[in-house]
């Protein structure tokens, strides 16, 4: 007679505050050819009331053996079925499992949008601009959005490396810089009637504003959120992620660049010439030269926008957590 196993991961209702901090029960049931011990979960530590990162009672995710058998009277009785991984192997599979799933969702994503990015030109000859938007957004929201919440759900499982979300200030760095983040991430809401497909969607060559700073702001927009993520949450799921995200947006700086080359020609590498890929590089050396009223150029709707959206999805982030979670993905 084969028992269960019931391992408790923690997860932040609230990433907003390390001391809001609550367990998610994510039952996972191993089948041994005995019986175990269930485990625990300590009570978290109330040191000024401040609630620690939950820590299992016995070692966790394969470093040691965490279970401790009781009875082997039952063992052999059942022969229908092959005895399963039991124990630890068992159980770091499971529980480490979710990175490698992080990335290949990450991976399909990145190998969809800049595929079907790079056919862009070849897609709205066949089936015109608008046609091709609406395709393009069809099939890279849907991965998008289950990558999305595959990652909310499981931000918290994987191998803990550090733990710095107590640590003097670092809440506050974390989400300034996830507000600039989305300064850099959303230039493209500068044309929401293209990207919807109301107006004919095309392809700009921009000079002004933020592409002053970086020619290339949504790479380093996403650069900052990975970084500031994996700072705060600090596990091999979360690097996992901002690995293929990173990856796939510097791969998105040598493709980007090469439509722009194939599209416009000389006045892209003009363009080039006098903007950079890293932040400041060619205000720095002069080749980018800034108006007296270049904050003008940030005095628009869009920014504002942004600004407002920003602060709303910091706000919202239990309403999306919750939401995702009802997902069971």
């Known amino acids: 007679m084969a028992s269960s196993l019931l391992l408790s991961n923690p997860f932040l209702t609230s990433p907003h505050n390390p001391n809001n901090l609550t367990r998610r029960q994510q039952p996972l049931t191993l089948r041994p050819s005995s019986a175990f011990t269930l485990l625990s979960l300590t009570k978290p530590s109330n040191n000024n009331n401040n609630p620690k990162f939950l820590k299992p009672t016995v070692p966790f995710l394969g470093f040691k053996k965490f279970a401790t058998r009781i009875s082997t009277k039952d063992a052999d009785t059942d022969t229908s079925v092959p005895p399963p991984l039991a124990g630890e192997d068992s159980a770091a599979f499971e529980l480490g499992k979710q990175k490698v799933v992080m990335f290949i969702l990450i991976l399909i994503f990145a190998t969809v949008h800049s595929g079907l990015a790079s056919l862009r030109d070849m897609g709205e000859k066949l089936i015109g601009e608008r046609a091709f938007r609406v395709l393009f ?169 942004i600004t407002a959206l920003t602060l709303g999805a910091y706000f919202a982030h239990p309403l999306m957590q919750a939401a995702s979670f009802r997902l069971h993905w």
């Open 137 to 305: 957004a069809g099939v890279s929201l849907p991965l998008a959005v289950s990558t999305v919440v595959y990652f909310i759900n499981h931000r918290y499982d994987g191998i803990q490396l550090w733990e710095l979300q107590s640590a003097p200030a670092v809440h506050q760095l974390v989400w300034l810089s996830n507000f600039i983040s989305f300064l850099f991430l959303y230039p493209s809401t500068f044309n929401l009637l293209e990207v919807a497909a109301v107006d004919k969607p095309k392809m700009h060559l921009w000079e002004t504003g933020i592409m002053r700073i970086t020619r290339h702001p949504q790479m380093v927009g996403q650069v900052m959120w990975c970084l500031a993520h994996t700072v705060w949450i600090g596990n091999s799921v979360t690097v996992a992620a901002s690995l293929g995200l990173i990856g796939h947006h510097l791969f998105g700086v040598w493709n980007g660049d090469r439509r722009l080359a194939t599209r416009y020609g000389e006045a892209f590498e003009a363009v080039k010439k006098r903007t950079s890929i890293v932040p400041f590089a060619a205000i720095l050396d002069g080749r980018q030269k800034l108006p007296k009223d270049y904050y003008k150029e940030f005095l628009r709707l869009p920014y504002l926008s």
